[in-house]
């Protein structure tokens, strides 16, 4: 899976994927123009969204209604209040969510391809290359 990069400008950071662009931007704290999420708001989000997206195929897979449920993704700092100490996930299920699924759904959304490759790290290998 090869990504692109780009500068457009400023603090902005382009990345290029299949056909989509994913515009990412710094705070204006920070010298951005906040126009977008900076790419650690991304690195959440993908943790996030990878969850959602297992708790929605659970639900689709046994004709269970979505309406109402939703996913709270919080950080927690760690030591002395410096870096990201915790991710805490809670699926929150609406009126009617059949509590027989109600262990299985946070099995699900534990399932997130993203989490199993925070908690089992790839290498990684930054080098610079001439074009």
Known sequence: M???IA?????????HYKDFVIPTDQPLEHGGQG????PYALFLASLAACAG???L???Q???ISTEGLELIQ???PGPEGKGLGKIEIDVRLPAGFPEKYEKAVVRAADQ???KKTIMNPPQMEVRAIRA
Do not use: I
Not at 7 to 15: A, L, T
Not at 35 to 38: D, I, L, Q
């Open 2 to 4: 090869d990504m692109h």
């Open 7 to 15: 500068f457009p400008g400023g603090k902005k950071v382009e990345v």
């Open 35 to 38: 126009s977008a999420p900076e």
């Open 53 to 55: 997206f297992y708790v």
């Open 57 to 59: 195929a659970f639900c």
């Open 61 to 63: 897979m046994r004709n």
């Open 74 to 76: 919080r950080t927690l």
């Open 112 to 114: 997130c391809a993203v």
